[in-house]
């Protein structure tokens, strides 16, 4: 089983600043089988980044993903008020499908 | 426009079987460019794959949940269903399904979700 281990837990930071959030695999995600997903209270996870790298449909160009192997990281440029959410990464690649423990974005 | 709709009910007491089901409108469960999925997160967790059914009707289980789960397709209905049997307190949790792409043998992340429904286990 591939663990996920996400970090920072929390990261406090105020619209129009930049967010750095990391994800580390156990082992290496087999073809960059590698998502990301924001979720706010009280609602289903929404798709961003498929693939390690490709913006979901209507994801905003302010959301990028990036890395390769055990090591991904998304980046959101500019902090809008809508991105203060928990972000979670999930591998797909291999069976059992695992998520990542999840880093929160709040506003600092 | 894809839509998932999980139904089933909000209590289940200790040791009974647990029963979801997931309306599929705006896409045919038979096709076999998508996969369905079943997710659970717990209050204040992680997200927990459950299992994974594809068009053939294939699945594949979380290793920790396998001796416990199953999932299948209804084509007559275009819905999936999950049953969880001898469930505990630990089960408690908000209940997803999903879709994936698949393609060439390929999976892809879930990218349509369903709202979610909260399941309780007590007595």
């Known amino acids: 089983e591939i663990v996920l281990t996400q970090s920072p837990g929390t990261l406090s930071l105020s619209p129009g600043q930049r967010a750095t959030l990391s994800c580390r695999a156990s082992h290496i995600v087999t073809s960059n089988s590698l998502a990301w997903y924001q979720q706010k209270p009280g609602q289903a996870p929404s798709l961003i980044i498929n693939?390690?790298?490709s913006r979901a449909t209507g994801i905003p160009d302010r959301f990028s993903g990036s890395g390769s192997g055990t090591d991904f990281t998304l980046t959101i440029s500019r902090l809008e008020p809508e991105d203060f959410a928990v972000y979670y990464c999930h591998q797909y690649g291999s069976s059992p499908l695992t998520f990542g423990g999840g880093t929160k974005v709040e506003i600092k | 426009h894809l839509q998932l709709q999980e139904s089933g009910p909000g209590l289940v007491k200790p040791s009974e079987t647990l029963s979801l089901t997931c309306a599929v409108s705006?896409?045919?469960?038979?096709?076999?460019?998508?996969?369905w999925g079943w997710i659970r997160q717990p209050p204040g967790k992680r997200l927990e794959w459950i299992g994974s059914?594809?068009?053939?009707?294939?699945?594949q289980y979380s290793p920790s949940l396998e001796s416990r789960v199953s999932i299948s397709l209804d084509r007559s209905k275009n819905q999936l269903s999950l049953r969880m049997t001898s469930v505990t307190a630990a089960d408690t949790a908000v209940y997803y399904c999903?879709?994936?792409?698949?393609?060439?043998?390929?999976?892809?992340?879930?990218?349509?979700w369903g709202q979610g429904i909260l399941v309780a286990v007590s007595s």
């Open positions: 059914v594809f068009y053939s009707g294939t699945t």
């Open positions: 705006g896409a045919s469960i038979s096709n076999s460019n998508y996969y």
């Open positions: 693939a390690a790298s």
């Open positions: 999903a879709k994936g792409p698949f393609f060439l043998e390929l999976r892809f992340a879930f990218d349509d």
